[in-house]
């Protein structure tokens, strides 16, 4: 039997995983100039991200196999008492 403070921690790693995959998506579309976003918060003199970068293409699919593997051992998890 799963207690309430158990399912709790699976859900918590649940919504990291998926936060990790969302970001994942964004910065790998953006990465390969399918994505282009400004700036929703800029402190400084901030400009529209344009252009390919091969570096944030692969930190995307990075972030996205990572939430990916977190959702995987979340949802697969079993408590052995």
Not at 35 to 63: H, K, M, Q, R, Y
């Amino acid at each position: 039997m799963i207690d309430n403070k158990t399912k709790l921690k699976q859900v918590v790693v649940a919504v990291v995983g998926m936060i990790l995959v969302i970001l994942g998506v964004i910065w790998f579309l953006q990465g390969i100039a399918i994505l282009n976003l400004c700036p929703v918060l800029c402190f400084a003199d901030c400009e529209c991200i344009t252009g390919g970068s091969p570096f944030w293409a692969i930190a995307g699919i990075v972030s996205m196999v990572i939430g990916v593997g977190i959702l995987c051992v979340s949802s697969k998890r079993v408590t052995k008492k």
